[in-house]
């Protein structure tokens, strides 16, 4: 699959990197912000994105979400370290595929690739 990387946090987004190229998936990015996902998006065709909810300057993953989502179909993997009961109940209406917390582990990523692919 192709697999856009929404996040700010260098080291975050290169660990993220390696592991979905451990999985034989192609990524797209990392981008920290909205201006740089639109670039990417108009430019390839990602299947899925992880989003983090905190972008830089200031930005909000959960704007671009739903960006993605009403604009062209493409569905997140949202990562957090703030993933509270109010967070998860505001994410559910952007359809997320799922909600990890951060750090997350390997089996939880594929896991949640696994679900997706299966549709």
Known sequence: MNILIVEDEFLIALDLQMQLEQLQHSVLGPVKDFAACREVVTQSRPDLA??????????SGEDLAQWLLSEHNIRCIFMSGNLDEPTQTRLRGLEPIAMLGKPTFPHLIA???????RG
């Open 50 to 59: 992880f989003m983090d909810l905190r972008l830089a300057n200031g930005e």
């Open 111 to 117: 896991a949640a690739i696994d679900d997706f692919a």
